[in-house]
Structure formats: structure tokens, C-alpha cells
């Protein structure tokens, strides 16, 4: 009895989960199991393209021929890329095949790394930095102007396939607080881009935006004008000529 009725409760469960859309989904946070879809299942085809299988060759030349797993995180990635930025099932299939494991060791890695999407993304995937030292410094602002800007929700593709909002946590970058970064699966593997856009306004945020609409590509690292990368606005104020070179002993006199 109890047995049937779990059984139904797990039906009532997965019935649920497949009324919810695509686009409520999350990207790298989607569900930490698959459901089949018409474009998502083990059934479809999905194999690394010629120029992509040289690649694989190559991954796999860095690791001892018996430690071919090793190769999981940079196989998925190049699969990734290849399948405009998200892993379908079948892609994940055939990444433990290369590497020849049980496929469950795979879909391990895929879940539990959130720069691995489950889901479709945009063709420009931008993500905006959410943790503490952005927060401060308005990212939650830049966030809402881009997603007002594109006419989507966090987690959504813009109907033309070409953008999607997501958030990341810390991408180490504080200094240049507030900052996004955007992945640029436009031309596929060949073109691959993954570039931090830093010290953002909502409204220079929603020109990169644009930039990338018209096939442009904005210079990446600080928008601050006044800066040079990491360094202070306005110029250095400290260590403004060569350094000392640091006070040595003299081995030769001590013997």
C-alpha cells in the first residue's frame, strides 16, 4: 500500500515539474535531475564536430591514458560551447563515452557546476555579478536595467535567441565592483568569448548591450574611463616611480 502510494505521489511530482516552462527554469541552477523533452533526451544525436574532435584528441594528450576522467570539466566546456552554450543530455552521453564512463559520472559535474547550463541560453549569455561588493555598488540596479532594457526576466532568452540574464556569485573581481560578464557563443567553438565588463553603470551596461546587437564587440575590463584596469581613478598616488630593490646580504663577506 505504501509502495503504490509513493509511487503515485512521485507521478503527481514529475506531472507537475512538466507543466513548468522552459524560460521558469533556471540555467546552471535547473533541476538537479533530467525530464525528457522533444529537444532535450538521450535519443537525439549529438557528437563533437571534425574541428572539435581534434580538440577532444588534444584534451585527452594532457592526462595519463587511465585517467581519461580527468578530461570531464574541459570536455564538457568545448561540448558546451559547440552546442551554443548549454549541454543537452545527449551532449553529456557522449562526453562519457570519450572518456568511458558510466554517464552518471558525468551528469555529477554537469549539476554541480554552475558554468555548466542545462537549459538553452542567448547567444550572448550576460551574467551579473550578485555577491556583497557588487551588491553595494548597484548591480542589482544594472540587472533590472538590462532586463527591463531586453523585456525578459532573470533566466529568460530574448524571443530573437540572442540574449539571456542570468546571475553569478563572486567573480573575483571586487575592485572593479559593480561588473557582468558575458559569454559570447555567437560563432560557436571557433569564436568562443568570456569577457568581464567592469566599474558598469545601468546605463553604459545596456550599451554593451546594444554593442553586442549590432555584432560589435565592446572593449572588455573597466568602463571607467579615469582607470587603468585595476588601478585607482585619477592615477596612482603611491608607488609612483621604480621600487628599491630589496636589501640582500652579502654571502661572500659572512664566509
Request: net charge positive.
Amino acid at each position: 500500500m505504501f509502495g503504490r502510494l509513493a509511487a503515485q505521489r512521485l507521478n503527481e511530482i514529475r506531472t507537475a515539474f512538466r507543466r513548468t516552462t522552459q524560460a521558469s527554469r533556471s540555467f546552471s541552477t535547473a533541476l538537479n535531475y533530467h525530464i525528457d523533452t522533444p529537444d532535450n533526451n538521450p535519443d537525439l544525436p549529438w557528437e563533437f564536430n571534425d574541428a572539435n574532435k581534434a580538440k577532444v584528441k588534444e584534451i585527452l594528450s594532457f592526462y595519463p591514458s587511465n585517467y581519461k576522467q580527468s578530461a570531464v570539466i574541459p570536455l564538457l566546456d568545448l561540448a558546451q560551447q559547440q552546442n551554443g552554450g548549454w549541454l543537452p543530455v545527449s551532449a553529456m552521453n557522449a562526453v562519457a563515452k570519450v572518456i568511458e564512463v558510466a554517464p552518471i559520472r558525468v551528469y555529477e559535474v554537469a549539476t554541480f557546476y554552475t558554468m555548466f547550463n542545462r537549459t538553452k541560453v542567448g547567444k550572448y549569455h550576460l551574467l551579473v555579478c550578485g555577491t556583497t561588493p557588487c551588491m553595494i555598488r548597484g548591480s542589482r540596479g544594472i540587472e533590472e536595467a538590462i532586463l527591463k532594457h531586453l523585456g525578459v526576466k532573470r533566466n529568460e532568452v530574448t524571443k530573437d535567441g540572442l540574449f539571456s540574464v542570468g546571475e553569478m556569485e563572486c567573480m573575483g573581481c571586487c575592485v572593479n565592483a559593480p561588473m557582468m560578464t558575458v559569454a559570447d557563443y555567437s560563432n560557436g567553438s571557433e569564436g568562443y568569448a568570456y569577457n568581464y565588463y567592469e566599474d558598469l553603470t545601468p546605463k553604459r551596461a545596456v550599451e554593451i548591450v546594444e554593442a553586442f546587437r549590432k555584432g560589435e564587440k565592446p572593449p572588455r575590463g573597466t568602463q571607467n574611463l579615469g582607470r587603468i584596469n585595476c588601478g585607482p581613478g585619477g592615477g596612482n598616488t603611491t608607488l609612483l616611480g621604480e621600487p628599491k630593490a630589496p636589501p640582500c646580504r652579502d654571502l661572500d663577506a659572512a664566509e
